[in-house]
């Protein structure tokens, strides 16, 4: 297994979040059991902070499972908040209910039983935080579907873009999904702007301007790219518009 960051150093910084919500062991251990794929509670952890830093409100997720990264987000957005989830499994989504309705979230969440881009093109809306975890073979096509439904500033954020390794030449295991992700990070062509200048950077704190670009509309975005910790590698986008 890659790693970006040492198991070691992952573990300790996991024992500073023991005095958290008991639920959340408890999700964590239904991932275990099942080997279900969730961010883990250090990315959570990431997530959390970049919706309160960007006093996110509003929040929408592709691909939710049964509510582990969403436990998160509706912590950070608050009462007055609300997250949108998709997840095409019923036996998951009967999970989350069981979970956040335990953790008294469930009142500020929408969960949508369909596909996840299908979903966010049919409510549409503008949102501060779209986050992407869905199958990986659908990546580049979130990529034009979340910028068009963020708001300016927003953050479209992507789990699993180093794919364990899998994008670096030699671990290529030549399956769609792989080269999904390494067309999602790596694009050629200008529909594909946002990334042209794109680093994803084993950088777990701090944000860097990794570059900019001006859309044929005259906006001028500017974005970073960041990594959170562990195994399971997210990369988080920040578009920011100006009209200069
Ligand atoms: C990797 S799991 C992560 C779940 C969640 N983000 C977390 O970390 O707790 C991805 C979930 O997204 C669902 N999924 C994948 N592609 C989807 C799609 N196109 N639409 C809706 N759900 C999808 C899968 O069923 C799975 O439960």
């Not at 960051?5 to 999700?27: G, K, N, V």
């Not at 290529?172 to 790596?186: L, V």
């Not at 990334?195 to 701090?206: A, E, K, N, R």
Request: proline share 5%.
């Amino acid at each position: 297994m890659y790693t970006v960051i040492d198991p070691d150093i992952a573990e300790y910084l996991s024992h500073w979040m023991r005095h958290r919500d008991p639920l959340l062991d408890e999700m964590e251990s239904y991932a275990r059991e099942n080997d279900f794929p969730i961010i883990g509670p250090l990315a959570g952890a990431y997530l959390y902070q970049l919706a309160c830093m960007s006093n996110a409100k509003r929040v929408f997720e592709l691909g939710s499972g049964y509510g582990y990264s969403a436990y998160y987000f509706l912590k950070a957005v608050g009462p007055t908040g609300m997250v949108h989830c998709t997840e095409l499994s019923e036996k998951n989504i009967d999970l989350a209910r069981d979970f956040l309705t335990r953790a008294d979230l469930w009142d500020r969440v929408t969960f949508h039983q369909e596909d996840a881009l299908s979903a966010l093109e049919r409510i549409g809306g503008s949102w501060d935080v779209i986050f992407n975890d869905i199958h990986k073979h659908q990546y580049p096509a979130s990529i034009e579907l979340a910028y068009h439904h963020l708001r300016p500033g927003g953050l479209f954020i992507s789990d699993n873009v180093l794919w364990s390794g899998r994008v670096l030449d030699g671990k290529d295991d030549g399956s769609p999904d792989t080269a999904a992700i390494k067309e999602f990070t790596r694009p050629k062509g200008s529909s594909r702007l946002f990334f042209q200048y794109g680093t994803v950077l084993p950088s777990p704190c701090g944000a860097r301007p990794r570059g900019s670009f001006v859309r044929s509309t005259g906006e001028t975005l500017s974005f970073y790219s960041q990594i959170a910790f562990g195994n399971d590698i997210l990369a988080a986008y920040v578009w920011l518009h100006s009209s200069s």
